[in-house]
Structures are given as structure tokens and as C-alpha cells.
């Protein structure tokens, strides 16, 4: 009966001793499952941070976009006795209108009031360039302001489209 009450005991303290261990060790176990949560959060910070960073990549490409374009519209015109080839011209406002004069026979100019256009007085075989802003819509006469050439039909019709 002492023998049997004796291992009773000793069963209990075990019992009472493994649930105390076994207390102690979801305990401390606890812990350790709170510290790894904390390395995810930690490592989504480093990641939110990256995620910035290339983000301003696309800001400095949109700006490079915004160039403006200037077009420079070159036109080859003929000038002989008494008109000029081609008779008409389009080019679109804010070009930069090139005009190559090429004279063919007799002596002539070309002139456009509106845009302060004049090209001097050449002899046959010579070739003269003006530049100019199209800086204004509409119709516009180009023509020979020499004797009566522009009377004779020596005019052509430059049109600026919006
Ligand atoms: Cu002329």
C-alpha cells in the first residue's frame, strides 16, 4: 500500500512538473512566434521604399516627351517671264517657311507683304533663299514686284492652314 501510494506521488509531481514544463515552454514559445512577424513588416518597409524609387524613372521619360517641334518647311519656287512655278503654296501656322527663289529667264523678285518678305532683284540663272515664320492664318499673294510683272500675271497664292 506504501509502495503503491509512494508511486502515486511521484506520478503527480511528474504530471505536475511536465505541465509546468510544459507552461514554460508555450510560453517561451510565444515569444519567438511574435519576433518573426515583426521581420515581414520590417522587410515590406524595405520594399515600399524601393517601390519609390523607380517610380520617379517615369516622371524624368514624361518630361523628355514635351519637347517642342519646330518644322522647317522648304519650298522650291521658279520664277519666268511672267509667272511663277508653283502658283500656290500650303504650309501651316508657326512653320518656318524656307522659300529657294530659282530665277530662269529675265530679272525678278519676290515679295510677300504680310510677312515682310522680300527677296531681291536676280538674273536669269541665279538663285536666291528667304526665311520666315508662318505666324498668321489665311490667304496671301506672293509676287514679282518688278515693272509691271505683277500685272501680267507674275503672282502666286501662299495659303496658311490653322
Ligand atoms: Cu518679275
Do not use: W
Not at 515600399?48 to 516627351?65: A, G, M, N, V
Not at 521658279?78 to 501651316?92: D, H, L
Amino acid at each position: 500500500m506504501n509502495n503503491k501510494n509512494g508511486t502515486i506521488i511521484i506520478f503527480v509531481v511528474l504530471v505536475a512538473v511536465l505541465a509546468a514544463a510544459y507552461m514554460l515552454l508555450t510560453k517561451g514559445k510565444e515569444k519567438p512566434v511574435n519576433a518573426p512577424v515583426s521581420t515581414p513588416s520590417e522587410e515590406m518597409i524595405v520594399e515600399t521604399e524601393t517601390s519609390e524609387s523607380p517610380s520617379d524613372l517615369p516622371k524624368d521619360t514624361s518630361q523628355e516627351k514635351f519637347t517642342p517641334k519646330i518644322e522647317t518647311i522648304e519650298i522650291n519656287i521658279k520664277a519666268q517671264n511672267f509667272s511663277f512655278e508653283p502658283r500656290e503654296i500650303k504650309v501651316k501656322v508657326g512653320e518656318t517657311v524656307k522659300i529657294n527663289l530659282e530665277n530662269v529667264e529675265g530679272f525678278h523678285d519676290l515679295v510677300i507683304d504680310e510677312f515682310n518678305v522680300a527677296i531681291k532683284q536676280i538674273g536669269a540663272g541665279q538663285t536666291d533663299i528667304i526665311e520666315f515664320t508662318a505666324d498668321k492664318a489665311g490667304e496671301f499673294e506672293y509676287y514679282c514686284s518688278i515693272g509691271n510683272h505683277r500685272a501680267m500675271g507674275m503672282v502666286g497664292k501662299l495659303i496658311v492652314e490653322e
